[in-house]
């Protein structure tokens, strides 16, 4: 399950995630480019993951120097973590080939 949201992440990352809209909201991220992002008939389940927490998943990412992640304070009971930066001079970011052609189209 890792693997397939790392794939879903690099593919959204190379096909869709475009620096101007940055930074975003990292649930607006996941529902708007990582979902789409995914191979056809994948299901992408963050509690069967090692991750269990996508907040755990982003610091993973930046950490691998992919992305750059702020997780923001509690206000409200809201925590407002944000994706701020992505590394496209990321070998790993650079080297990957997409899976998908394009994102799905949210119906």
């Known amino acids: 399950m890792d693997e397939q949201f790392k794939e879903a992440l ?3 990352l190379k096909l869709a995630a475009d620096d101007n809209e940055l930074p975003i909201d990292s649930g607006m991220f996941y529902t708007e480019y ?7 008939g994948v299901t992408l389940d963050i509690k069967q993951s090692s991750f269990k927490k996508m907040n755990k998943f982003y610091e993973s990412m930046d950490r691998l120097g992919l992305i750059e992640f ?3 304070k509690q206000k409200n009971g809201a925590v407002g973590s944000m994706i701020t930066k992505v590394h496209r001079d990321n070998e790993t970011l650079s ?12 119906g």
Do not use: D, M, S, W
């Open 70 to 72: 702020k997780q923001g």
């Open 10 to 12: 690099l593919n959204a």
């Open 34 to 40: 990582i979902l789409p992002a995914r191979r056809e």
């Open 95 to 106: 080297e990957h080939i997409p899976t998908i052609k394009k994102l799905a189209v949210k």
